[in-house]
């Protein structure tokens, strides 16, 4: 299906819009793509609350200066405007956009250099942004947040799960697009603590991972993998079924990092203390039998997942033997996905 087909010869006007969008988690990671923007394996995450990018953007027509303006908590940023940009031009179905002028006005809650991925939040923001104008524009009323999703997609992958709340999953229904899954009443409320360890830029971005997983000897065993931990977590998604969740998260996180690891030009984003909690984390639970699980997305913080059931006991835990190891920590939830503001 082409779904920017509505969309390619419109003739603009001036429009404004604001959107905030969550960041995700992924509990089953897309690492390695085919194609432009699809990927290798089927994806699952959960959308979060508190962590996310409100983002205005401006379009404005007739002006000498098309092209994008972006400001990053009210200061400018060409890097970003530029990336914005290039993003608008691959979009080249739609050739009348390089006639309008985008002004972006964009902050997130969480703090830039906690190493929590502003990619899906901060691109899905941008793509609600872009899609409420294009409804507008077009008069199509079907299929938002699908479309949204398209968009996002080709932004950052994981920002094309961000548009929906709750648990999120791409690369299944369709590569196209995420859509929202099913999930057991007593899951609906998980929680996730980000226990910040490092701060610093990623000597390698998710992008650039991505690729490489194209000549890597386990690709084929990992796309299996993950196809396979997909299914799991669905079923236990489902069943509420939370320490198979517990054990497919955890898989999932250490072979991301094993897949780095064991690159032909291998890398690490773990720093010791992701380690030394992982370890603490294994300890407690095996002591206390209490249902603390950890992930890691591409970089060396963990998420720390529980119930809200057990929150007062991990919560002690996490501040007296865990925060030690950390900058900061994040305290987060399933959320229900964004908002127009
Ligand atoms: C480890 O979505 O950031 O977080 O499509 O190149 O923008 P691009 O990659 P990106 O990759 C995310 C990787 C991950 C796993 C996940 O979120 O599924």
């Given at each position: 299906?082409?779904?920017?087909?509505?969309?390619?010869?419109l003739?603009?006007?001036?429009?404004e819009?604001?959107?905030?969008?969550?960041?995700?988690?992924?509990?089953?990671?897309?690492?390695?793509?085919?194609?432009?923007?699809?990927?290798?394996?089927?994806?699952?995450?959960?959308?979060?609350?508190?962590?996310?990018?409100?983002?205005?953007?401006?379009?404005?027509?007739?002006?000498?200066?098309?092209?994008?303006?972006?400001?990053?908590?009210?200061?400018?940023?060409?890097?970003?405007?530029?990336?914005?940009?290039?993003?608008?031009?691959?979009?080249?179905?739609?050739?009348?956009?390089?006639?309008?002028?985008?002004?972006?006005?964009?902050?997130?809650?969480f703090?830039?250099?906690?190493?929590?991925?502003?990619?899906?939040?901060?691109?899905?923001?941008?793509a609600?942004g872009?899609?409420?104008?294009?409804?507008?524009?077009?008069?199509?009323?079907?299929?938002?947040?699908?479309?949204?999703?398209?968009?996002?997609?080709?932004?950052?992958g994981s920002?094309?799960?961000?548009?929906?709340?709750?648990?999120?999953?791409?690369?299944?229904?369709?590569?196209?697009?995420?859509?929202?899954?099913?999930?057991?009443?007593?899951?609906?409320?998980?929680r996730?603590?980000?226990?910040?360890?490092?701060?610093?830029?990623?000597?390698?971005?998710?992008?650039?991972?991505?690729?490489?997983?194209?000549?890597?000897?386990?690709?084929?065993?990992?796309?299996?993998?993950?196809?396979?931990?997909?299914?799991?977590?669905?079923?236990?998604?489902?069943?509420?079924?939370?320490?198979?969740?517990?054990?497919?998260?955890?898989?999932?996180?250490?072979?991301?990092?094993?897949?780095?690891?064991?690159?032909?030009?291998?890398?690490?984003?773990?720093?010791?203390n992701?380690?030394?909690?992982?370890?603490?984390?294994?300890?407690?639970?095996?002591?206390?039998?209490?249902?603390l699980y950890?992930?890691?997305?591409?970089?060396?913080?963990?998420?720390?997942?529980?119930?809200?059931?057990?929150?007062?006991?991990?919560?002690?835990?996490i501040?007296?033997?865990?925060?030690?190891?950390?900058l900061?920590?994040?305290?987060?939830?399933c959320?229900e996905?964004?908002?127009?503001?």
């Open positions: 299906m082409n779904f920017l087909a509505p969309f390619e010869s003739s603009p006007v001036p429009f819009t604001t959107w905030r969008s969550p960041a995700n988690i992924a509990f089953v990671k897309y690492w390695g793509k085919k194609g432009h923007q699809l990927p290798a394996n089927p994806s699952l995450s959960m959308t979060l609350k508190n962590c996310f990018t409100e983002t205005r953007v401006r379009f404005e027509v007739g002006t000498a200066r098309p092209g994008v303006e972006l400001l990053l908590n009210g200061v400018r940023q060409d890097k970003f405007a530029g990336k914005i940009e290039t993003y608008l031009r691959s979009l080249a179905s739609m050739p009348w956009l390089e006639n309008v002028q985008v002004l972006v006005e964009t902050r997130n809650t703090p830039h250099g906690t190493g929590i991925a502003s990619s899906a939040s901060g691109l899905s923001a941008f609600l872009l899609t409420d104008y294009l409804f507008h524009l077009s008069g199509v009323k079907v299929d938002f947040f699908r479309t949204a999703s398209y968009l996002s997609r080709l932004a950052s920002a094309s799960r961000s548009v929906y709340g709750g648990f999120v999953s791409w690369g299944e229904e369709s590569d196209l697009y995420a859509s929202p899954v099913g999930v057991h009443p007593e899951l609906a409320h998980l996730d603590s980000v226990l910040v360890v490092s701060g610093e830029e990623k000597a390698v971005s998710s992008t650039a991972g991505h690729g490489r997983m194209s000549d890597h000897a386990y690709a084929e065993a990992r796309f299996a993998q993950a196809r396979t931990n997909y299914q799991r977590t669905l079923a236990a998604l489902s069943a509420g079924d939370l320490t198979e969740i517990g054990a497919v998260l955890e898989s999932e996180a250490l072979s991301l990092h094993a897949m780095m690891l064991t690159a032909p030009s291998a890398f690490t984003l773990m720093r010791p992701t380690l030394a909690a992982i370890e603490m984390i294994w300890a407690f639970r095996r002591e206390t039998q209490l249902p950890f992930t890691l997305d591409a970089g060396p913080n963990l998420h720390l997942i529980y119930p809200e059931s057990s929150q007062h006991k991990i919560r002690t835990f501040a007296h033997e865990l925060s030690p190891l950390a900061t920590v994040i305290d987060d939830e959320g996905g964004p908002v127009k503001c």
